[in-house]
């Protein structure tokens, strides 16, 4: 009785082992393919009404670009292709300038009109150990930022803008969190909580920075995203210390698969543009410091799940 009660218990366990093993196997069968989630879950993106620009793809620009190496001298021109690394070197758009701050819209604008490119996001899907994540990185021509609605006296600017989205979901492929960059983080929201457009998260984009927001209207800067000192800044001009979304152009980027070292300009670590400046009423234009570098040399590439989960949520 023993023996037989010990075979039962035996059969039964080698059962429950093979209908775990099953679904685990079912699991990781139906699983989406990588690309397939890439596409399901591209942002669509909102312009603000006033918006010159839209994400686009980076050949328009790096054709209008000359290259400069850092010196003891300062930044000399030198000739391409873009390096692997070149962490000293920087892009520079040769027929505007960022010094000309708001009055450069024109030339940035027409400048990448003229390459006629659609709208464009970088999109790279991974597995990083029990996420799966989608990355979505749009590269705008130029960043002007004013936080007055038409742009005023102040405003910072710089050339080459790097913002990105990011999804985080389960091994099975369910969506559990998004984050948006803004300014110098982020902000995230439970999946559930994102506006969408069927499965497609909505993207407000700020007018001229970029930064991308869940909702279209006027948001006050959040210290913990944004650097305090440039609110500082900004208030002590006399300006509020805002963003503004809207209404605008609605826009269903074509997403162009990248990965760390393809296409080649992935692993340019230099500089996309010449630099930042800023200006305030009744003064100069001021070097702020320097344009982004590519996707691939943020922190939000190589650790996309711990900066997304230390985001703070909005």
């Known amino acids: 009785m023993r023996r037989l009660a010990l075979l039962a218990k035996l ?35 909102v312009l603000h009404p006033q918006e010159r620009f839209a994400p686009v793809t980076v050949d328009g620009f790096l054709a209008d670009s000359d290259l400069y190496q850092r010196t003891s001298s300062g930044w000399q021109k030198v000739d391409g292709p873009l390096p692997s690394g070149g962490s000293d070197y920087r892009l520079d758009q040769r027929s505007c300038s960022p010094r000309d701050g708001i009055a450069a819209i024109d030339c940035y604008a027409s ?92 993207d407000y984009v700020a007018l001229g920075s970029h930064a991308n927001y869940f909702t279209g209207k006027t948001h006050r800067f959040d210290p913990r995203v944004v650097e305090p000192l440039f609110i500082s800044i900004i208030k002590q001009n006399g300006f509020p210390p805002v963003d503004h979304t809207g209404n605008g152009m609605v826009l269903r980027p074509k997403v162009v698969p990248v990965t760390g070292s393809s296409p080649s300009w992935m692993t340019f670590a230099g500089f996309w543009g010449e630099g930042q400046f800023l200006h305030a009423p009744r003064s100069a234009p001021v070097a702020l410091g320097t344009s982004p570098r590519g996707p691939a040399f943020h922190a939000l590439w190589r650790r996309p799940v711990s900066v997304v989960l230390g985001w703070p949520r909005g």
Do not use: M
């Open 111 to 202: 400048a990448q009109d003229a390459h006629a490119s659609p709208p464009t996001v970088y999109g790279n899907a991974s597995r990083r150990g029990d996420r799966i994540v989608l990355q979505y990185w749009f590269f705008y021509a130029y960043d002007a930022y004013s936080p007055t609605v038409p742009a005023g006296s102040f405003w910072q600017v710089h050339e080459g803008d790097w913002e990105a989205v990011a999804i985080l979901l389960d091994l099975d492929g369910t969506p559990l969190e998004a984050g948006y960059s803004e300014h110098s983080k982020g902000v995230r929201r439970d999946w559930a909580k994102v506006p969408k457009r069927g499965t497609h998260a909505l």
């Open 11 to 45: 059969h039964c366990a080698t059962w429950l082992l093979f209908l775990a093993s099953g679904a685990v196997a079912h699991s990781a069968t139906s699983t989406p393919p990588l690309p397939t989630l890439l596409a399901r879950y591209s942002p669509i993106v």
